[in-house]
């Protein structure tokens, strides 16, 4: 398994999470890493993305100043704290390894998928 994904669940509005990815040390060395989530008929879209070496991040509008994403190049860990969360940030959250060392929203940049973990909002 090249990416796994973990630590989603059931959390109040206004609750947290973190969730981590450990990914293979092929899958993490010189590559950028993202989160995605998709959520029930809704297309997969962009949730933040990290650089190689951790100097760069990006984050869509709907999450800024509520996540944070964050890698550890020791253990081959990517991780989400999520704050503040909202019942429209339910959906399967996904980690993906980018081709490239620098971010980027694009899926068609990333050629490692994880197998996604639920995180379920409730108001």
């Known amino acids: 398994v090249q990416l796994q994904a973990s630590g989603g669940g059931l959390v109040q509005a206004g609750g947290s999470l973190r969730l981590s990815c450990a990914a293979s040390?092929?899958?993490?060395?010189?590559?950028?890493m993202g989160w995605f989530r998709q959520a029930p008929g809704k297309e997969r879209e962009f949730v933040a993305a990290?650089?190689?070496?951790?100097?760069?991040?990006d984050y869509a509008d709907s999450v800024k100043g509520r996540f944070t994403i964050s890698r550890d190049n020791v253990k081959n860990t990517v991780y989400l704290q999520m704050s503040s969360l909202k019942p429209e940030d339910t959906a399967v959250y996904y980690c993906?390894?980018?081709?490239?060392?620098?971010?980027?929203?694009?899926?068609?940049?990333?050629?490692?998928w994880g197998q996604g973990t639920q995180v379920t909002v409730s108001s």
């Open positions: 993906a390894g980018d081709k490239y060392p620098t971010t980027s929203r694009a899926t068609s940049r990333y050629n490692f």
């Open positions: 040390r092929r899958t993490f060395t010189n590559n950028a």
């Open positions: 990290i650089s190689w070496r951790g100097g760069n991040t």
